[in-house]
């Protein structure tokens, strides 16, 4: 089976493609939604943080748990497992990772980006990514199944196109411009216990993005040609790395959080 899937709407006038459990393209009437690898940027489309968020280099990699320390680089171990595609549909296809705890496993980043080769975690894990298409809208859905009572954290982190950067980003009660996003930094603009924004005055579409599950979003850049904005259970900055499991949330034995993207003419 190909590692890259395409699916079209009903209409046909959406289509996504997805390579690895990765979306690398979500267009909409012929118009491309998010940044794309080899653009100036980020070098993803987008990717998830889990089970923490966060850097964790200046405690030497190490995240307390009731169980025992784990060693995570930044962002957790989600990212340095690969995706199972489990089931596919008409416009609908399902992904998964599943993690057995205690496994070593390598670190993507070591040795060029990071000193830690290889990453645990001493908990049980699987993660289900699914992706709906419908005409109006893109749904991805995440589910955790684990162990009752294992701490996580959970971010999502998906990169988006910049056409105009005069573009305009609102929130339930906020306006934020791109310079607000870049003057941020890397600790990211935080929209604090916000489940929806709008992407306007970028093209000819506007993007809506709802989420479910999820506490808040951030927004990070540091170029005018794409912005991630990402729903997350908690907002690492100004957090030690020697205090991350301070903001644990401990699982119910299943979790499930929701994000959906609708794109309309603008």
Not at 6 to 29: P, R
Not at 97 to 113: C, D, E, H, L, R
Not at 165 to 190: H, R, T, Y
């Amino acid at each position: 089976m190909s590692d890259q899937v395409t699916i079209y709407s009903a209409d046909k006038k959406s289509v996504i493609s997805i390579n690895k459990g990765e979306l690398i393209s979500y267009q909409v009437n012929n118009i491309e939604i998010l940044h794309q690898k080899g653009d100036p940027g980020w070098g993803n489309t987008e990717i998830e943080m889990f089970p923490i968020i966060g850097a964790t280099k200046e405690n030497n990699f190490l995240v307390k748990t009731p169980k025992k320390e784990a060693k995570l680089d930044q962002h957790g171990i989600l990212r340095a497992l690969l995706y199972r595609m489990n089931t596919i549909e008409d416009t609908k296809v399902s992904y998964s990772k599943k993690y057995i705890a205690n496994t070593q496993v390598s670190n993507p980043k070591f040795p060029k980006k990071s000193t830690q080769e290889f990453l645990d975690w001493p908990y049980d894990f699987q993660f289900i990514k699914t992706f709906k298409l419908t005409n109006e809208s893109l749904k991805i859905h995440f589910e955790i199944q684990s162990e009752k009572d294992m701490p996580f954290m959970l971010g999502f982190h998906p990169a988006f196109k910049v056409y105009d950067p005069e573009m305009v980003l609102k929130s339930e009660n906020q306006k934020i411009s791109l310079k607000d996003v870049l003057q941020a930094g890397a600790s990211a603009f935080l929209l604090k216990d916000s489940k929806e924004v709008t992407l306007q005055n970028n093209g000819n579409l506007k993007l809506i993005i709802k989420t479910k599950g999820f506490r808040h979003i951030m927004l990070w850049t540091e170029v005018n040609n794409m912005i991630c904005i990402e729903p997350i259970t908690f907002y690492p900055a100004g957090i030690s790395a020697s205090k991350l499991h301070t903001e644990f949330d401990y699982s119910s034995g299943l979790e499930q959080f929701e994000i959906v993207f609708s794109a309309k003419p603008s």
